[in-house]
């Protein structure tokens, strides 16, 4: 049931992927996050622009397989394999980039990990809670939040290669990442199955 999603979740990482080689090579941007001297206002911009372009491709694989009106655990799991397959193509790109210390590739794996299944979850969740919402609202709440948390998680990213900070300053704030939203599912998900259980109760 789950295949498609998977299947989803490659066709827009790759979709992104493709999108942000394009954005590199017009502005010739390949290394302009990892220079020495760079302009906090212009990387900020481009960490902003290369989250939405993921976080865009990945909110329309959710939204694509998506069954109306959208069920709590039926849209997490849908979710959860839709950022499998975006990090089945995300850790194909860390294979093939070169690391300088043993340590990079697991705190690499573990933040792309973290990131791709937190926001198609984040997607699912809003979409589940919003789904009487206004469409406009159900398409622009999910996206600035997901947005946000992807390009902050991508700003912790590039500690990994400054040399003033040490890779385990990267891995401890993504494993505080993780628990911050782990605990927001945590609460979300019991609030809504109180919900959806209390709706059922008054349906019969």
Known sequence: ?????????????????LLQVAVNSTLNTHNFLLADNIN???ATALILLFASMEEMFKFVAVI????YPPRLYSTFFHAFFVGCGFIAIEYSTIALTPYDNAIAVPTAALGTFIIHICTPLIFAAFLVTLKHAHRLVRIA??????ILLHASYNILALTHYAPSSPPQLF??????????????????????????????????
Not at 141 to 146: A, D, G, Q, S
């Open 171 to 204: 891995l401890l704030s993504t494993i505080t990442l993780f628990a911050l939203t782990a605990v927001f599912f945590t609460i979300f998900i019991d609030a809504q199955a109180k919900k959806d259980e209390n709706t059922d109760t008054a349906v019969e």
């Open 64 to 67: 694509k397989g998506l069954h």
């Open 40 to 42: 906090a206002t212009a």
């Open 1 to 17: 049931m789950y295949f498609f999603s998977f299947i989803y979740g490659i066709v827009a990482a790759l979709g992104a992927l």
């Open 141 to 146: 709440v999910p996206l600035i939040v997901t």
